[in-house]
């Protein structure tokens, strides 16, 4: 099992920006450095997860899966409160621009989170079953109150994760998501779906 991988570069904020390396100068390089190092710096990385969540137990209040589930796998990730006040801090000083590449610098840090417990999901796979694409409440089919519901059963509150009265998380970089198992022989089109998150290329965990 591969190790969490909590090292940045340039080229991995620069998505975030929608830059691309040929438009970053030497300056603005540093700059992201910069952030890349601030972030790491303060950033209290913690997850949590259920491979095998007991169906009988566990029930969305608002989503229903898309075909029969053989099992569901929850996680969450977060870099903890103090990037909050950072940001803030910056927003305050009137730096909005370095309060952007701080969170450019965040969002691809908690993604590289989010991608290794896709990747603990994806490694207990069986051979009689296969997986969609992870998914998060507030996004796509995915009611957000489903944040509520999946923070609960996991208990997120140990590691510092709370569910705000509109659902939002906090610490705001926070992001709680599932993977929807299902028998080999469910034929549906997200299974023809790649997520590109973990670095196998081709995956070795999907078609």
């Known amino acids: 099992m591969k190790d969490v991988d909590l090292i940045l570069s340039v080229s991995e904020v620069l998505p975030w920006l929608k830059l691309k390396a040929k438009d970053v100068d030497n300056a603005l390089r540093i700059k992201i450095n910069q952030a890349i ?9 913690s997850f949590a997860y259920n491979l095998d969540v007991d169906l009988e137990v566990f029930e969305f209040k608002i989503y229903r899966p898309p075909f029969p589930l053989e099992r569901l796998s929850l996680g969450c990730a977060t870099l903890g409160e103090e990037i909050d006040a950072m940001f803030d801090f910056y927003s305050k000083k009137g730096q909005e621009h370095y309060r952007l590449l701080l969170e450019s610098s965040a969002n691809a840090l908690v993604e590289k989170v989010v991608d290794f417990v896709n990747f603990v999901f994806c490694s207990s796979r069986g051979d009689d079953e296969k997986q969609s694409f992870r998914k998060s409440p507030g996004i ?3 009611p957000i109150v489903e944040n509520l519901t999946i923070s609960d059963y996991l208990y997120l509150s140990h590691i510092g994760v ?3 009265s509109n659902y939002s998380l906090y610490p705001k970089k926070t992001v709680i998501f599932f993977l929807e198992w ?3 022989s469910v034929e549906y089109h997200e299974f023809a779906r790649r997520c590109n998150h973990c670095g196998y290329s081709p995956c070795i965990y999907r078609i």
Do not use: I, Q, S, Y
């Open 37 to 45: 190092e601030d972030v790491l710096k303060l950033a209290t990385v």
């Open 140 to 142: 796509g089919r995915v």
């Open 162 to 164: 709370k569910v705000n």
């Open 182 to 184: 299902a028998d080999n």
